[in-house]
């Protein structure tokens, strides 16, 4: 145990499985969220880099289920329909992390968070906020906000989730779309935190556990989902987002 988990007791390492069924849950239910889940569970019983790593695999290995639900035929044409939203977003997501020792992470945590948890709130109280799927420029802007983010602070989800939601777009769309964007980001996040140091010799075996716990809870929440109508996964969706963006705002504002 000591060998493969050398920086956990066990105590802490059932825990941390634990926390792991409870984000997949939430993934499974809205497409989202896991990292925040995993990333505030974890960080109160151990250090905030490891709970980094920890995230990193069960992140890539359950978007890539998300991605592929209905089949790789399905996947890619809603890589199709999004196209211009991943061209952008990409593009944003690889120039902002250049600017990330210059740039406060706060001040765009606030600028992400406020209008992200005005939307939800905006939704959750009855009004009507759509946008045209058929305006690319809109599409662009969303993907180009959405990869800003990500580049500087690794949080892409809340923007990407306003914009479909916004659209209306049918539940299994929204979810395989999700899994799409966030599995290219994760695939970024893993090269990004080989290099970093993050993901190493001590930390993998860490990441690896934690695949099977968020995958069952993924299994669980995905179950949930099956049964929601599109209104009621519409309110849980923004649900989610508000608590999203309040806490990129509690972030932006406490550090």
Known sequence: METLFPLLTPAELAIALLVGVVGGIVKGVVGFAMPLVLISGLTIFISPELALAGLILPTLFTNGIQALRQGPVAAWQSTKRFGVF???????????????????????????GIPVTFFALLQLSGYQFKLDAKNKGIEACFGMVAGTLGGLSGIWGPPTVAYLTALDTPKQDQMRIQGVVYGLGALALVGAHMGSGVLRGDTWGFSAAMILPATVGMWIGSKIMDNFDQGTFRRATLCVL???GANLIRRGILG
């Open 86 to 112: 991943l061209i952008f977003g990409g593009v944003m997501l690889v120039i902002a992390a250049q600017f990330v020792r210059v740039f406060p992470e706060q001040v765009m945590l606030l600028v992400i």
């Open 242 to 244: 508000l608590l999203a």
